[in-house]
Each structure stands twice: as C-alpha cells, then as structure tokens.
C-alpha cells in the first residue's frame, strides 16, 4: 500500500515503511523524535536536474543549498551524485571540507560575508564567491591582493521580481537584504568594479527569486530581465558572460494545496529561454547554474515523534501533544508552513477523528499542524510528519533547552545513523560557571 502524494509505503504489520525499513523498528532502535530520509528519494532528486541537462546538452552545474540540510553524510551523498555545492557560513564551508567535498566546486553566498568566511574560502581555493554588496567586492579585492591569488566571481542582483511565495522567502523584489538593484544602478557600479579586475575573474550573474515556487513564469521573466542587463554590458564593455545563474525555490508538495511540478520541466523552460536570449544577443551559450535544495532534500525526509498527552476541549478541539516542535521545525512557527503526517503505527487505518498537534515547547505558538484527520489516537502512538527533509535539522535550536534529535539514513533497506542525538551534556558544553 503507497501513502496518498507521499513517496512512502505502508507494510504488512500495517506500519509506515521508509525505504524499505518499518519506521516503528527505528523507533524501537533509535528513539524519538527522529529524523529519517530515503537516500535514494534524494539520488533521483539530483538526478532529475542533472541528467536533463545532460539530456538537453547544455553546460551545466546543478550545486545544492545546504543551507536546506546540512551535514557531513549529506554533502557526501552530493559529491557521489556529482554536485556541486553552495555555502553561506563557515559553517557550511567546514562541514564540506569534513566531507572532503571538491572546493572548486564550492560556492561562496551570503548578505554579510565576513572578512573570515571570505577569507576561509580564498584560502580553500572555492570555486566561486558570489558578491552581494559594496563591501564584499572591496573585502574580496583585498584578500586576493593579499595573496597574490584570483577567484571567479558571480555578482547577485535582484531583477526585481516578487514571486508567489511567503514574504519571508521573497527575494528578487527590489526591496530586498540581497543582492545589487538592477534598476537603480547599483548593479552597473558593481559590474564596472568587477569588470576587467586584475584579481577577480568576473563570470556572471545570480539572482534568486525566492522558495516554494510552483510556476515557471517568474523565472522566464527574471532570465529575460538579467538579458537585458547582460545586453546594455555587451555593447557597453564588450562583456560576454560565462556563468549564468538562476538559483532554486523550486517548489515541493508539503500538503494537498501544493502542486509542484516535475523538476526537468522547470530546466527544459529555463534552457529554452536562455537559447532565446543567447540567440537575439549572438553570444556563446554560458553555463546555466541551478541552485535546489529543499527540492533535493525536502520529500526525501520525514519526521517520527512518540506521542505524550491528549487534551480535549469539549467543542472547540482537540489536541496531541508529541515529544518535539518548534525545536526541530521552526517552519509553522515562524512562517505557518502547513504540513501532512500520519500515525506510523496505524497507517492503514482511516482517519475518523481530528486532532491538533502541539509542541512540547512552553510557548503557545508551538502548533506543528491544526486540524489533522487521524485515525483514533492514543499516547505513545507514533505520529510521522511528511517533507520535514528541508530546513527542519537546518533551524533546529535549543529552546527550553530541548536536545536536538537523531538523524537516520536509509539506503538498500539499511539504516545508517549518521547524526547522534545530543546529549544534555552537549548542550551545556560550552557553559562557564559563575562561581
């Protein structure tokens, strides 16, 4: 039996299956609440994007955004699936370079990279930083001269379009923390800064539009608007770009209401509409960079938390409360993301009630999902909540002092922990006593 729009199956025992694995044996094995994700769920979503290029023969690089999920195991799945990489801290630069991930194919972003991360990925040989500010060109101009060194270098801009998402992960509107303005000439003062520059090799341009987005239109409209820009450079300086790059936001079901669709469709329409461009400009074809990470990461992962107590508000609703929350998916807190879930240990059972479920965080905001159709519900029932893959472990934090939890990979129909949950005496590691 295959769960409705989830890439999940439930077995024999009438338990939620993931790749192969009862979820209820990881429960029994690992604890909860868990993180748990189908690594060939995340091969065929890398896949997806490099073979189509591969299919439509275009230069290409398809670098992930561990800003969505990172760690060690994580970034090696990447460099076996042939990706490239794309960091915002040193963080993520230092957990690639644990994973031993190539550095040439690491990519520097970020609104405020600091004079240490710049330096950190000079130093590392990145194969790309890509500038967001005045004071980044400067910093970076710095540090090469320093050492004597070159780097390639993207400038981002915002093209000036809002697209159909939540306003915290907007971000090609002129409005915006990132990037040069196309329109008010900053990204042309930026450019003749760059342009011809002893120590930066000037590639290209970025821009993202933001996340969770289901159409193409808006990327058509952003490709078009970074053309005209490129053709105003062209007959100015005679600059010919070699990097052009798009970024991600490509969308994924969390719930009914979302319908994605399927990944190559949004390359096919991006390369259709670079070939346009590329022939009214009469230039060479440059290499289209794509930049996913919740659509690598975001289906390929669930959530498994032991249910605790059970309130009941005789007509106005009913509530469960699991061992986790906000702690591990900020997303419903801080931007009322919507989710689906199932109880893994009634999966083939049909829902006949509903329920809300709560945190166990002391805040009332601590709401992972209202309204919830499930079967009759008892503690210690397991509850599985689907596409926690992206931005879950990512903005997991330690409020109420809460451990973060455990992360499970599972390939082949073996399962692989490859984060351990943290103790309480990691969390207090770096406590100093006042007495």
């Not at 009322?336 to 809300?356: C, F, G, H, R, T």
């Amino acid at each position: 039996m295959i769960i409705d729009n989830h890439p999940f199956q439930v077995n024999q025992h009438g338990h939620l299956e993931i790749g192969g694995v009862d979820s209820i044996d990881l429960v029994n094995k690992y604890g909860t609440p868990l993180y748990v994700y189908d690594v060939h769920i995340i091969r065929e979503n890398c896949r997806a994007f490099i073979e189509t290029f591969k299919e439509l023969n275009v230069p290409a690089k398809v670098a992930y955004a561990s800003k969505a999920f990172s760690t060690v195991a994580m970034l090696q799945v990447m460099k076996q699936e042939g990706m490239c990489l794309d960091v915002v801290s040193e963080g993520e630069l230092f957990t690639a370079l644990q994973a031993d991930f190539p550095t040439e194919n690491i990519h520097l972003h970020g609104n405020n990279k600091s004079m240490n991360e710049l330096r950190m990925a000079i130093d590392h040989n990145i194969g790309c930083i890509v500038v967001d500010n005045f004071r980044e060109i400067e910093l970076v101009a710095e540090l090469l001269q320093e050492q004597d060194k070159q780097m390639d270098v993207l400038m981002r801009v915002t093209p000036g379009i809002e697209s159909k998402t939540h306003q915290y992960i907007m971000t090609g509107n002129e409005d915006s923390k990132f990037g040069f303005n196309l329109t008010n000439g900053q990204a042309e003062q930026a450019f003749q800064q760059l342009f011809q520059h002893s120590h930066i090799q000037f590639k290209g341009l970025h821009c993202h539009i933001g996340s969770q987005i289901f159409e193409t239109d808006r990327f058509l409209i952003a490709t078009e608007v970074l053309f005209q820009e490129l053709k105003k450079w062209k007959d100015t300086y005679q600059f010919i770009p070699e990097v052009l790059n798009l970024g991600g936001g490509y969308g994924i079901r969390y719930t009914s209401q979302d319908a994605p669709i399927p990944y190559a469709v949004y390359v096919k329409e991006l390369v259709n509409e670079v070939k346009k461009q590329v022939e009214a400009l009469a230039i060479p074809m440059p290499e289209i960079w794509l930049e996913p990470g919740r659509a690598i990461a975001g289906n390929a992962g669930i959530t498994l938390y032991t249910v605790g107590a059970i309130k009941q508000i005789p007509g106005i609703r009913n509530y469960i409360a699991v061992d986790g929350g906000m702690t591990d998916n900020l997303r419903p807190a801080l931007y009322q993301a919507k989710y689906e879930a199932i109880l893994a240990n009634k999966a083939n059972q049909a829902p006949d009630s509903e329920v809300s479920v709560a945190g166990k965080c002391c805040e009332s905001g601590d709401m992972l999902i209202w309204d919830l159709p499930l079967p009759q519900v008892h503690s210690n029932d397991i509850l599985a909540v689907f596409s926690t893959g992206a931005y879950g472990y990512s903005m997991a934090n330690h409020y109420n002092r809460i451990a973060k939890p455990a992360i499970v990979f599972i390939e082949d129909g073996e399962d692989k922990l490859v984060l351990k949950r943290e103790t309480y005496q990691d969390i207090t590691r770096n406590d100093l006593s006042y007495e």
